[in-house]
């Protein structure tokens, strides 16, 4: 029984043994983990100089640079329309007819009455000068002369006035034929023989066709306010058309908008914009639509031989001084945190503009001034930068891993295997 009680203590020394090794190793695994020091995986780029180009990009539709609406001026029946949509038209060339009876009887009635109007004038005149005579060597009284003179003034009055509506009258009468104001192409053609269209002098009228001069078009996009500052017109701009995928287009800023065009008004998802044209060149051969869709990339600045890193490269970071600041405290004794949008806006202005330099297999931090920019590469002025190795990836790093001191481990291969990969998925 002795004998027993004997073994299952040693068995319980051995186990627990074993168990305290475990955990002194565990304790020693953690303590030595917890003092390697974290290498992070980078990629690198050398600072070189190169030509920026910053740009501008909006999408918008084509247009002609110039195209006339036509609508009707009178009211009636379209009796004649001799022209269809995509039909090229001389400038005088009749484009369509409206039912002229109405038009050309109130020009016969406005003709008779004139003519009424002129025989009443020529008898008035002739009395006048009778009576006139007559006052002249004083056979008539004053009172024969006046009433002789106000006849004369009120018939030279009515015809005056059915002269006035001759002139209407033939003017709306013209009006029921219409012809191309210009050279061009019928673009747009809603109307349709027999068809009815309204009109007045004071109101547009039912819209019949557009001509537009198909030789000469223009992009038309919409630029944000924000960028609207940094386009010029003269600037230069690369167009990729929506129906020529395989063909680049070169276009000059014409026109800028003065007044803004806004949507969304009063919401979240207000935006406002400025309408930019762009003129197209247009190679021979190559027929541009109306309404065909398009992106513009506007050259608005370019920078020669300037010194550039890729745009991931820069990051912000708070400045040596302010991190090693200890916190201020509250009225509680607590740290104190940013209570306001403004004071967050102030703490925001404080952090540095830094790309992360490659040394000995360490970083540092130098602050930069950042200029132009392109697609991937921006404009940095600092010092020490010319010819350094920085930081260019990943952003995971940059953005958040990194800081001055950190241990790194260049792999380009590896950057460029990723960005091959990256660039083949898309």
Excluded at 146 to 154: G, K, L, P, T
Excluded at 336 to 355: A, T
Excluded at 371 to 380: A, I, T
């Amino acid at each position: 029984m002795a004998n027993g009680n004997s073994k299952s203590r040693k068995k319980k020394i051995i186990i627990f043994s074993i168990l305290g090794v475990v955990v002194i190793a565990l304790v020693v695994l953690v303590i030595v983990g917890s003092n390697k020091e974290t290498i992070t995986t980078v990629q690198t780029e050398t600072v070189g100089r190169r030509t920026i180009t910053q740009i501008v990009s909006a999408t918008g539709k084509i247009q002609p640079e110039t195209q006339v609406v036509i609508n009707a001026e009178v009211s009636g029946e379209i009796i004649d329309l001799p022209v269809r949509e995509g039909q090229r038209v001389r400038k005088g060339q009749l484009l369509v007819k409206i039912k002229p009876d109405a038009y050309q009887a109130q020009y016969e009635r406005a003709l008779a009455s004139m003519a009424i109007n002129e025989a009443n004038l020529q008898k008035a005149e002739a009395e006048f000068k009778r009576v006139s005579e007559l006052h002249g060597k004083q056979l008539v009284s004053q009172a024969e002369m006046d009433i002789a003179r106000a006849s004369y003034q009120s018939a030279k009055a009515g015809f005056d006035q059915s002269q006035a509506s001759v002139k209407e009258a033939r003017e709306t009468l013209s009006k029921t034929s219409i012809y191309s104001p210009m050279d061009g192409v019928v673009s747009s053609l809603p109307m349709e023989l027999g068809e009815r269209v309204s009109g007045s002098t004071f109101t547009r009228g039912t819209e019949i066709m557009t001509v537009a001069d198909l030789a000469r078009m223009e992009a038309r996009v919409d630029v944000g306010e924000n960028d609207i500052v940094t386009v010029s017109v003269g600037d230069t701009a690369r167009i990729e058309i929506d129906a020529f995928p395989e063909r680049k287009f070169i276009g000059i800023v014409s026109q800028i908008a003065n007044t803004a065009k806004s949507t969304g008004l009063g919401s979240q998802d207000q935006v406002t914009n400025f309408e930019v044209r762009i003129l197209v060149d247009t190679p021979p051969g190559v027929q541009l639509r109306p309404g065909m869709s398009m992106t513009a990339d506007i050259e608005t600045d370019t920078k020669a031989n300037v010194m550039s890193i890729p745009i991931q490269s820069v990051t912000v970071r708070m400045p040596k001084e302010d991190k090693e600041k200890p916190e201020e405290e509250g009225e509680e004794g607590g740290a104190k945190f940013v209570s306001s949008n403004s004071e967050k806006k102030k703490e925001e202005e404080k952090l540095d503009e830094v790309v992360f330099v490659v040394k000995d297999g360490q970083v540092s931090t130098v602050k930069v001034k950042r200029g132009l920019s392109d697609d991937s590469h921006v404009e940095v002025t600092g010092e020490g930068l010319e010819g350094a190795e920085i930081v260019s990836g990943p952003f995971k790093a940059i953005n958040r891993d990194l800081e001055a001191g950190s241990k790194v481990k260049v792999d380009n291969k590896r950057g460029r295997r990723t960005g091959a990969s990256a660039a083949t998925a898309s």
